[in-house]
């Protein structure tokens, strides 16, 4: 009887690692999570990056400060001001001076 009881344990510990792999599948097709880091804009997924879904959630501070980090470290082109002209855009050909 007792190999019985072990049986069930193990049948529902599997069944409870099962519904959250479930969960964790359906959260990341429906948006609610993020593990690919395909929103990180380096083109591939960086080795950590599974690192940072799980900071997102038990270390909000780091996770932050790791965004903030790659916010700094990006160089956005610059916005164009009303006295610039059309940079020949209509002609096709687009010059950014940096």
């Not at 969960?23 to 599974?50: E, F, P, T």
């Not at 996770?63 to 990006?74: F, I, N, V």
Request: proline fraction near 5%; hydrophobic fraction near 45%.
């Amino acid at each position: 009887m007792p190999t019985y009881a072990v049986a069930v344990d193990w049948l529902i510990f599997g069944g409870i690692v099962v519904v959250l792999v479930l969960l964790g599948v359906l959260a990341q097709y429906k948006g609610w999570i993020d593990l690919s880091a395909k929103n990180s804009g380096k083109g591939r997924a960086m080795g950590g990056a599974g690192m940072m879904a799980v900071d997102e959630v038990f270390h909000p501070t780091a996770y932050e400060a790791r965004l903030d980090q790659d916010r700094q470290t990006s160089m956005p082109a610059p916005a164009p001001v009303a006295g610039d002209g059309d940079r020949d855009v209509y002609k096709g050909n687009v010059k950014i001076e940096l």
